[in-house]
């Protein structure tokens, strides 16, 4: 059976590299700097991250949010209907 990147029965040629030609990383970024240091590259990160997100336009904003209230009032409606059906039902039972 052969998929976009190899067979089953002969594996990619990255995966019969042998081991000792692997470049061992010690301790990476975080072994050389101290406390703050990694802070640092922890809000720096953050901030690329942040800027990787497509933010809405005022418009769109807009309409989410008339969405969410309309959205909000009708299940408030909905449980108000349903409890006050309830308690009719609760007090005919029990008087």
């Given amino acids: 059976m052969t998929d976009a990147v190899g067979s089953i029965d002969m594996p990619d040629a990255e995966d019969e590299a042998p081991e000792s030609k692997k470049k061992t990383r010690k301790g990476g970024k975080r ?40 959205f909000v009032v009708i299940m408030i409606g909905l449980v108000t209907v349903i409890d006050l059906g309830f308690t009719e039902a609760v007090q005919y039972v029990f008087g």
């Fill in 31 to 70: 072994a050389k700097k101290g406390p703050l240091g990694r802070l640092a590259l922890f809000y720096r990160q953050i901030i690329a991250e942040l800027r990787k997100v497509v933010w809405p336009t005022r418009s769109q904003l807009t309409t989410y949010t008339t969405v969410v209230i309309i």
